[in-house]
């Protein structure tokens, strides 16, 4: 099994620019969220989904987007980025309910924005 | 809102030292707790993970314990190994999050 897989691994966005960090889990986990990663502050959620079609906010929502429209994948969107956006992004999936069955996270992207 | 706290933040210890590490967390109603390693530029893998109403589990050389009523939970290192070095992170849960604490620098000196 691949597991959680996130791409891409590296990437160097000038302000302004946009993008999408991919992530897809091919064990049918029904929960799939994005963190973030910033020295000293450890792991921050921006975004979450219980299931197809269904998103929430996390703690740092501001400027990302998210949708959820298969099992699988679980994009996360930067609409405009911004030099505060620097960070290495983490995406997890869990079976139902993260709280019964802990988290499985992928190797992260690491995002800077100049 | 959930806090949680590890200390120390950064441990450098001889090979072959038993060690703890600390997570304390504010709010006692979890769901879980999850301490995971993450080695650097790596991603986070997860090495144990007790539920609400477990006190303790263990895996090889290592046992964390859980204390609800009082908010903490220890990771027993056995024996430690310079491979044992990485930053080690604890994570509360509740239905549809997890808090994380900001980590213990681990280095096992040879």
């Known amino acids: 099994n691949a597991g959680v897989t996130q791409t891409p691994k590296f990437q160097v966005l000038k302000t302004g620019q946009s993008m999408t960090l991919q992530c897809a889990q091919d064990?049918?986990?029904?929960?799939m969220s994005w963190y973030r990663q910033d020295p000293g502050m450890g792991l921050r959620l921006i975004h979450y989904s219980v299931g197809a079609g269904i998103t929430d906010q996390g703690e740092v929502p501001n400027g990302y987007n998210v949708s959820r429209s298969t099992t699988e994948d679980f994009p996360l969107r930067l609409l405009s980025a911004a030099p505060s956006q620097t960070s290495v992004y983490f995406c997890a999936s869990s079976r139902r309910g993260v709280g019964n069955y802990g988290y499985t996270f992928g190797s992260g992207t690491r995002l800077t924005v100049v | 809102k959930q806090e949680v706290t590890q200390i120390p933040a950064a441990l450098s210890v001889p090979e072959g030292e038993n060690l703890v590490l600390n997570c304390s967390f504010t709010d006692s109603a979890i769901y879980n707790l999850q301490w995971f390693r993450q080695d650097p530029g790596k991603g986070l893998t997860s090495l144990l993970l007790i539920q609400s109403s477990q006190r303790e589990q263990t895996s090889g050389r290592l046992n964390a314990s859980l204390d609800k009523s009082s908010g903490r939970s220890t990771l027993y290192i056995a024996a430690s190994q310079p491979g044992d070095s990485a930053t080690y992170l604890c994570?509360?849960?509740?239905?549809?999050?997890?808090?994380f604490g900001a980590g213990t620098r681990l280095t096992v000196k040879p």
């Open positions: 994570a509360v849960g509740n239905n549809n999050d997890m808090r």
């Open positions: 064990m049918n986990h029904e929960y």
